[in-house]
């Protein structure tokens, strides 16, 4: 037997007390008929209590009540197998954790602001399954697709610039790595939301583009930092806070390169938005583009679905109410 509502059973030891209170009621009232007149004087006045009856009736009401919180608790028995079809857009989003997202152009710094907004945008998503795929100079899946959101969070909220010790940025691997997630065969309408500053120190990103394209995968690109640029902070052997410096010890200067992302989501008639300040365009992309595509359904599962019997505890309390208010607890003469 399954419960639907389990946390009423909180209303059980109402039973216990209801005992004892109808205990200290019937001594009270007997007590006050006494003090009134005589056993004699009450029996010939009709007024004497047939005490059977009196805790058949109080029995009666708690018994009710019982059945009334076994309806509040609604209990299942009995099932039956459904075919449950669950649709949704399959999204792979790869985040950059290179150094560079370390700049703090946007605070505290790009990383944990792509981290902030993305976690913002599992709030809008409606049955969607989403993937996670880290980059720097090379690519990896993080989390596979799921619909499972509180399980993708705890990847989400583990990301770092150390996940790959690998220095750059391989936003064609990153893609590349993005079509690799996606299910082999699957008719399901695909996106990657490409979150980087853009700055791309390994192959061409356009034919990743292309290639996505081919297998009718949009990419959508988020920039992330300002046009400008800022300088990357980091910390020394001291865990002081000192500036990234190169090989030839020049001081590094992290710059947005907002073209590349513009022909990356244009190949693959995505969109790019850019996230200057906290103005993000995530939720804005996924309501006004990814949430429109069709939905396809991925998934289809038999689900046991029990079946609802609170109306049988709810039939028998009222049936024992209506008795117990026909009843008295009178003695006859």
């Given at each position: 037997m399954n419960y639907g509502n389990p946390n009423y059973l909180y209303l059980l030891p109402a039973i216990p007390l209801l005992i004892i209170g109808y205990i200290l009621v019937f001594r009270k009232k007997m007590k006050d008929l006494n003090k009134f007149a005589s056993v004699e004087l009450l029996q010939k006045a009709g007024l004497s209590i047939n005490k059977k009856r009196q805790w058949l009736k109080a029995i009666l009401i708690i018994v009710g009540v019982l059945f009334l919180i076994f309806t509040l608790i609604e209990p299942k028995w009995g099932y039956h197998w459904e075919e449950v079809e669950k649709k949704g857009i399959d999204i792979v989003i790869a985040v950059d954790t290179s150094r560079s997202m370390l700049a703090d152009d946007v605070k505290p710094n790009r990383l944990e602001v792509a981290k902030r907004e993305i976690e913002d945008l599992l709030n809008v998503l409606e049955g969607d399954r989403v993937g996670l795929v880290v980059f720097a100079g090379s690519a990896f899946i993080y989390?596979?697709?799921?619909?499972?959101?509180?399980?993708?969070?705890?990847?989400?909220?583990?990301?770092?610039?150390?996940?790959?010790?690998?220095?750059?940025?391989?936003?064609?691997?990153?893609?590349?790595?993005?079509?690799?997630?996606?299910?082999?065969?699957?008719?399901?309408?695909?996106?990657?939301?490409?979150?980087?500053?853009?700055?791309?120190?390994?192959?061409?990103?356009?034919?990743?583009?292309?290639?996505?394209?081919?297998?009718?995968?949009?990419?959508?690109?988020?920039?992330?930092?300002?046009k400008d640029g800022s300088y990357i902070k980091v910390k020394d052997e001291s865990g002081n806070e000192v500036l990234l410096k190169d090989r030839q010890g020049q001081v590094i200067k992290s710059r947005l390169d907002e073209i590349t992302l513009n022909k990356i989501a244009l190949e693959t008639g995505g969109l790019y938005t850019p996230a200057y300040g906290t103005k993000w365009g995530l939720e804005k992309i996924y309501k006004n583009s990814i949430a429109k595509i069709e939905e396809s359904t991925y998934k289809t599962q038999r689900v046991k679905r029990y079946v609802n019997r609170f109306q049988i505890p709810l039939f028998i309390a009222v049936v024992l109410v209506a008795l117990e208010s026909f009843l008295s607890d009178r003695k006859k003469l």
């Open positions: 989390c596979p697709l799921t619909s499972d959101y509180g399980a993708f969070r705890l990847f989400l909220n583990d990301l770092n610039t150390n996940i790959i010790p690998l220095g750059g940025t391989a936003i064609a691997e990153a893609i590349r790595k993005g079509i690799s997630t996606f299910e082999a065969n699957s008719k399901n309408h695909k996106a990657i939301i490409l979150i980087t500053d853009g700055e791309n120190h390994e192959d061409d990103p356009l034919k990743a583009a292309s290639m996505a394209k081919e297998q009718g995968i949009v990419v959508y690109t988020v920039g992330v930092g300002k």
